[in-house]
């Protein structure tokens, strides 16, 4: 029996594939200033490993990374470092077809601390048992007295602690984060059409940029699509192509010249009107919708006549800057049925529109200003439910419900006054849509005058969390008063970001973070994935 055992031990041991050889082994601090936090490690194998590294700083527990990505060589990042940092670092890397790991040795990397102009992030919540897990990536707008500082990009990345463990800064504004199956991440830069995916090392793998709009910095292989703007939001498509917002400039006669007076006099004007384009990665554009010619052109609601947004777009191409009639700044596909929804914020409206023949399903808003055959189209409300006003960030969740972030900025119908600031409030609300009976319900609401008071009348993000079914939102784009008290809308006082993650069920914060300083700091959405890679 031993004798048998002895033996069928050494035919394992015989048959075990050997560790996997490799060579050239070195790691070092990424000398790209766009991403410093990262490390680099370079290597060559003869078979596809994984690499795995355990991180050692005193006064702090270990920390193993071993979702690194498989490959033959490098370079690969090393992520999950947090800044002004000593550490030392353990390599060894696994094998993807299985057997003994080969150990690439020990190395000792610093870390730098955060740039001077990073903006301070104050934790003031943190209970990481109850937390969705992973790491929340924050793009970071930097505001002055003009508004956004066109010349500042950075998003980070925080960990369970609330620590930063990686960063990256651009020259643009980063509005929007995506991340690829292969880890890259993809974003809106700027607002004149521009499209850059990057990897974890801050390195440009991929340009795309808008035609219809004069560029003068297009990077050289910068992939050209026909249309005038990106703007707000893109989707990335299962088939590889995009669905993106864009824009359009139209003039029409007799048009609104006032948002508070129906009876106003009416004149020419130049409207820029949302657009849906649907591209694949080499620019084709294969679809296009333009919103004017779906929805009423003619209706205006608050800020329908404003020109700011897209005044320094359109500054070479227009006489007169154009209308922001409807602002569309969330895009969701729905590939049950081939259909998009999207959030109108100078409509305060929500719409699901089919693509096959541009036919609208609903539109979910207040009644007012509403004509035929539009007003066919509007969701009755079932129960005690308040209308959206001047809303993002428009998400359908998996249980077929929408979810969205309501600014109320601006509450009631078309050419209503507006509310004093101090009766102002944003929530995260959850609405249940039957399109058979074209009624809408409110199931979930956070926030309101009476409870966790938050107002941010632009930007800002809601977002269902998969594991926990908790709701992160981004409330971040607070402004407070020269007198202390709440501010509104963009230039109208001091700005600061609030970011919390908020336990569904029981509706109690179980993360918050305040991004306030010297300068202002805004926040457009924000994103918790399951890895840093």
């Known amino acids: 029996m031993t004798r048998t055992l002895l033996t069928a031990a050494l035919f394992l041991t015989a048959c075990a594939p050997a560790p996997p050889v490799i060579e050239g082994v070195s790691l070092k601090m990424n000398p790209n200033e766009s991403a410093p936090l990262a490390g680099v490690l370079e290597y060559s194998a003869d078979q596809m490993v994984r690499p795995q590294f355990t991180l050692s700083s005193e006064g702090e527990a270990d920390v193993v990374i071993s979702d690194a990505p498989a490959a033959q060589s490098g370079p690969t990042p090393l992520l999950g470092m947090r800044p002004e940092r000593e550490y030392t670092v353990s390599v060894s890397f696994e094998p993807e077809a299985g057997g003994a790991a080969a150990d690439g040795g020990t190395f000792t990397l610093s870390t730098p601390a955060l740039p001077d102009d990073f903006p301070p992030i104050e934790v003031t919540t943190l209970r990481p048992t109850r937390m969705e897990p992973g790491y929340h990536f924050i793009p970071v707008m930097r505001w002055t007295e003009r508004g956004p500082d066109r010349e500042f990009g950075l998003v980070l990345a925080l960990d369970s602690a609330g620590e930063v463990v990686w960063y990256y800064r651009s020259d643009r504004t980063v509005n929007d984060v995506k991340r690829l199956s292969n880890g890259d991440l993809i974003y809106l830069a700027g607002r004149d059409g521009r499209m850059m995916q990057i990897n974890k090392l801050g390195e440009l793998v991929k340009h795309w940029h808008t035609t219809g709009i004069p560029k003068d910095d297009v990077p050289e292989g910068s992939v050209p699509v026909d249309c005038d703007t990106f703007h707000h939001d893109f989707v990335l498509m299962e088939d590889g192509k995009f669905m993106a917002l864009s824009s359009e400039a139209r003039e029409y006669e007799d048009y609104p010249t006032s948002e508070t007076d129906p009876e106003a006099p009416r004149a020419t004007a130049t409207v820029i009107g949302d657009v849906v384009v649907e591209f694949d990665q080499d620019g084709t554009v ?103 006003s001047k809303q993002h960030a428009a998400e359908l969740t998996p249980t077929g419900t929408v979810l969205i972030f309501d600014n109320g900025g601006h509450r009631g119908p078309p050419f209503a006054p507006d509310q004093p600031r101090e009766e102002k409030y944003s929530r995260a609300v959850e609405f249940k849509i039957d399109e058979e009976t074209m009624t809408t319900e409110e199931v979930w609401s956070y926030g309101s005058l009476e409870t966790d008071h938050f107002f941010s009348s632009f930007l800002c993000d809601v977002d269902l969390q998969p594991t926990t079914g908790n709701v992160i939102v981004t409330d971040g784009a607070r402004v407070r008063h020269e007198d202390g008290g709440m501010g509104d809308g963009p230039g109208s006082g001091h700005h600061w970001a609030h970011i919390f993650e908020v336990d569904r069920e029981s509706g109690r914060k179980v ?9 202002g700091w805004a926040v457009y959405r924000s994103e918790r994935f399951n890895t840093l890679y």
């Open 286 to 388: 294969s679809r296009r919708w333009d919103l004017l010619d779906v929805l009423d052109p003619y209706r205006v609601s608050h800020s329908s006549l404003g020109t700011g947004f897209w005044k320094r777009i359109y500054e070479d191409v227009l006489e007169e800057p154009g209308k922001d009639w409807a602002h569309a700044n969330s895009l969701v596909y729905d590939a049950s049925d081939d259909s998009v929804i999207i959030s109108l914020n100078h409509q305060s409206a929500i719409m699901k529109m089919r693509l096959k023949d541009s036919s609208i399903a609903w539109i979910h808003g207040d009644h007012g200003g509403w004509g035929e055959p539009w007003s066919e189209r509007l969701l009755e409300p079932v129960g005690d439910l308040i209308w959206t």
């Open 511 to 519: 993360f918050e973070l305040q991004m306030e300083g010297t300068d």
